[in-house]
């Protein structure tokens, strides 16, 4: 996703080599300055949080190739985004009001309903990633503005996210951007873009608190911003 232009590159994976190779067509145009792309765990809808207020639905067909299905227009600026595991529910970030958004996803077009518009699920300021963990217990928003992360825990019934008790952010580097979980989930790593290092936590499995590591500083190149494991 080129972030500046709104162009959506895609690319089949070669199974033996993992090599990428362009669809046809190569790309498709969406809005620019959108950086919230999420995929549902069935990937059969993908969608795409823009700094304008948007969210851009796609679906994806069977041979891959993602089309433009809606587009919702909130009149509010949006970044990250996230889906459960179930698949029901998205949660996106307000930067301007600071704040989370949920929508219910129909199953079958991938329309979007906000949920408990009433109820505001508030971040600190400027909101940029959300994550869940595997079991849905948990959230994290990293707070670009605040250096901090901003932690809460899942209601089950209805997703809404509840401020974890008595802490509900830990500090992060200056200009924490991502946030992303080793594949046991026992650690936590945020991208400080602004200073060029990662932040490490440990995960409290019940409680959902981050606790940073000794050696919390991790140097990475220069302005890191995304973080992923294998």
Do not use: H
């Amino acid at each position: 996703l080129d972030t500046m232009t709104g162009s959506l590159s895609m690319f089949s994976i070669e199974s033996a080599t993992g090599i990428l190779s362009p669809l046809t067509p190569p790309s498709i145009n969406t809005a620019s300055f959108c950086i919230g792309l999420t995929l549902s765990p069935n990937a059969k809808f993908m969608y795409n949080s823009c700094i304008d207020g948007s969210i851009i639905g796609y679906t994806i067909e069977s041979n891959g190739l993602a089309e433009v299905s809606f587009m919702l227009n909130l009149q509010k600026g949006l970044s990250g985004a996230t889906i459960n595991q179930s698949g029901s529910i998205l949660y996106t970030l307000d930067v301007y009001n600071n704040e989370a958004l949920m929508f219910a996803i129909g199953s079958e077009i991938g329309d979007l309903t906000q949920l408990n518009p009433q109820i505001k699920i508030s971040t600190q300021r400027t909101p940029l990633s959300i994550r869940l963990n595997k079991t849905n217990d948990f959230a994290y928003v990293t707070n670009l503005d605040s250096n901090s992360i901003s932690m809460y825990s899942v209601e089950k019934d209805s997703g809404i996210l509840i401020p974890l008790s008595p802490e509900s952010s830990i500090a992060t580097g200056t200009g924490p951007w991502d946030i992303s979980f080793d594949p046991s989930e026992k650690f936590a790593y945020v991208t400080n873009a602004n200073e060029s290092t990662l932040s490490a936590y440990s995960v409290n499995q019940v409680t959902g608190e981050l606790t940073p590591l000794a050696e919390s500083s991790i140097p990475t190149g220069e302005g890191a911003r995304i973080i992923v494991f294998n």
